[in-house]
């Protein structure tokens, strides 16, 4: 089934940069497209960004486009999220998730997130 | 932009209750929903996708059902172990998560 484990998470003053790293285990991580969701402290669930199994395509939630950047290192089986200018509204737990087989949007596996709080 | 919508916001049930959860989507999505289960403090679990697809390892307690723009889940007999938050998810265009059902103890 596999593993996903997040790190790099911590408090950044507004305006900072933060970069998350998202390592895999378990599965063929270069077949596979991942994500970035994160959620609020007590809210729901909101997608962040996609990056496809092979690093050619990308898509971002309008609220951090521009500011946030996907990667991975599928010699490395890990997952990135680069985050600048970072804003309160950042605030969350961010979790890297994965796609399932063919490629729809759901995601079969998660990790256990880890926390980014904007704040001066 | 499809937006999902949950109902209700939370439901106060008892043990060996039978459970059922609503999703109504803003535009048809066909069957290209997911729900997925989230404990306090941890990641969300998949549940079902496909609308009606159980995944590996999930209880046949789960079910789910729809298509178009309705959804539910139903569990058959709430065990202590399933009270948590459900979101449902459509990626039928793009990707958008409803806003959840809290399952609570009565």
């Known amino acids: 089934q596999g593993q996903l484990v997040e790190s790099g998470g911590g408090v950044v003053q507004p305006g900072g940069s933060l970069r998350l790293s998202c390592a895999a285990s378990?599965?063929?991580?270069?077949?596979?497209?991942m994500h970035w969701v994160r959620q609020a402290p007590g809210k729901g669930l909101e997608w962040v960004t996609f990056i496809r199994y092979d690093g050619t395509n990308k898509y971002y939630a309008d609220s951090v486009k521009g500011r946030f950047n996907i990667s991975r290192d599928n010699s490395k089986n890990t997952l990135y999220l680069q985050m600048n200018s970072l804003r309160p509204e950042d605030t969350a737990v961010y979790y890297c998730?994965?796609?399932?087989?063919?490629?729809?949007?759901?995601?079969?596996?998660w990790g256990r997130g880890t926390l980014v709080t904007v704040s001066s | 932009e499809i937006v999902m919508t949950q109902s209700p916001a939370t439901l106060s049930v008892s043990p060996g209750e039978r459970v059922t959860l609503s999703c109504w989507a803003s535009?048809?999505?066909?069957?290209?929903l997911a729900w997925y289960q989230q404990k306090p403090g941890q990641a969300p679990r998949l549940l079902i996708y496909g609308a009606s697809t159980r995944a590996t390892g999930i209880s046949a307690r789960f079910s789910g059902s729809g298509s178009g723009t309705e959804f539910t889940l139903t569990i058959s007999s709430l065990q202590s172990q399933d009270f948590a938050l459900y979101y449902c998810q459509q990626y039928n265009n793009w990707l958008a998560f409803g806003g959840g059902t809290k399952v609570e103890l009565k």
């Open positions: 378990g599965f063929t991580f270069s077949n596979y497209g």
């Open positions: 535009q048809s999505v066909s069957t290209n």
């Open positions: 998730a994965k796609d399932p087989p063919y490629g729809f949007w759901y995601f079969d596996l």
